[in-house]
């Protein structure tokens, strides 16, 4: 796909987006977009609640509800450094969380682990990719750096005006 094409695919998703305005219909879509845009089997999104420094999936592909505390895994670590983080060795990496597969049942491959940031430059969320074929590159990670700045402003709102997020906002389940 070259780059004019690319540009006009994401103007239309940015627009099909618009017309979800609650993060149940929202979040499947980001999903989706991310996983064709960039070849990953799957794709999870967590809210973070600075509060109880908390991350869950609001959207785990083929997954339940995930819960990691920010000091833990490659999601926590994503908020800890503000940065994107690649791994395409999870299961060598020390950060890494094998006892999710082990729940889920789904071998991890790679992951592309991709901070989200408010209007204020604080981490409302992480998205991550998993399981690219030949592994997530550094290409990757600046398409993801662009979409998640695309995608944070409808899930800054979403969040703020999503009931269910606002319940999961206060830490109530």
């Known amino acids: ?40 089997e799957r794709c999870s999104i967590f809210i973070y609640n ?12 083929g997954a339940g509800k995930i819960m990691v505390h920010k000091d833990d895994g490659i999601v926590g670590h994503t908020v800890k450094e503000g940065k994107p983080i690649i791994v395409n060795d999870p299961y060598e990496d020390p950060r890494f969380l094998p006892n999710v597969d082990k729940k889920t049942g789904f071998e991890t491959k790679n992951i592309a682990s991709i901070p989200i940031f408010d209007s ?40 703020l005006f999503d009931d269910d997020a606002k319940l999961l906002q206060k830490g109530i389940e």
């Open 120 to 159: 204020s430059r604080h981490i409302i969320g992480v998205f991550q990719l998993l399981n690219k074929s030949g592994g997530f590159s550094k290409e990757d990670a600046r398409f993801m750096i662009f979409f998640a700045h695309y995608i944070s402003g409808y899930l800054e709102l979403a969040i």
């Open 50 to 61: 600075p509060h109880i420094q908390m991350l869950w999936t609001t959207l785990a592909d």
């Open 1 to 40: 796909m070259n780059s004019a094409s690319s540009y006009s695919a994401l103007a239309d998703f940015g627009h099909a987006l618009l017309n979800r305005p609650s993060l149940q219909e929202g979040l499947p879509m980001i999903s989706e977009y991310a996983k064709q845009a960039t070849g990953a």
